[in-house]
């Protein structure tokens, strides 16, 4: 059975469940998901789970993303990004040192307001749907990071390409209305490229088509302890393989420096991602096959 994980380089048009449903046929596996969303104007990298690989989603999510976007300046819609209607337009008057000096507010740890357009939900129900029905309801702000934040090029007179860095819920596209508003005169996102994420690179990603063509498209998986690859690794012998496949925690000699380590077995399988503190090791979560 196919187990492992998938760097798609998602094409635009395509939401990333679209993605996990395509991925289910090809590898005949209920068990798919994905570790962070794209909106379907966006491609780049989307780390797809299959098989008892989906355990890891959650740490994938957790991660921080790169992203190139593209801002484009004197145009403000409704979905903060050019698939929207445009709501307001204004005169583009900043130049490129103006935006270079707003940039600095952006960032570090800041508050963002999520959009009505997205899946963050109030009372049970998305925003977007709320927002589709002309509804909008208050929101709270949500603490991210962005760790860089640069000008890379300009794309046009009132357009530039901007690199992102930042934690896991932050919105792009929101970042871009943002930065719009701060300049007054309104911008919002014309483009979104995720070209890192989960510590993949679109050096790592392989398109739909490449996966449709392969003969075998199992081989194009990589193993789950990809993932955990800034990790190190720790091997233990039969009788704490055997503690480890039994959730129950393993004594290690006290030299054995404390975090996270990738835990092997004695065929040199993948066990789990484990803590060790004070010569102790416990999983945090296994993925040895039953």
Known sequence: MANGILIVDKPQGWTSMDVCAKLRGIFHEKRVGHGGTLDPMATGVLPVFIGRATRAVEFAAQSDKEYIAALKLGVVTNTQDTTGEVTETHPATAIQADLEAV???FRGEIEQMPPMFSAVKRDGKKLYELARKGKEVEREPRRIVIKALDITRRIAAEEYELRVVCSKGTYVRTLCHDIGRALGCGGCMSALRRVKAAGFTLGDSVTLEQ???????AALLRPVDSLFADRPALSVGAAGEKKVRC?????????????EYRVYGQDGGFLALGRVKGGTLTAIKSFFEV
């Open 103 to 105: 940039l600095p507010r």
């Open 211 to 217: 996966i449709q063509a392969a003969a075998d498209p």
């Open 247 to 259: 959730g129950a925690s393993v004594s290690l000699p006290p030299d054995v420096p404390g975090g």
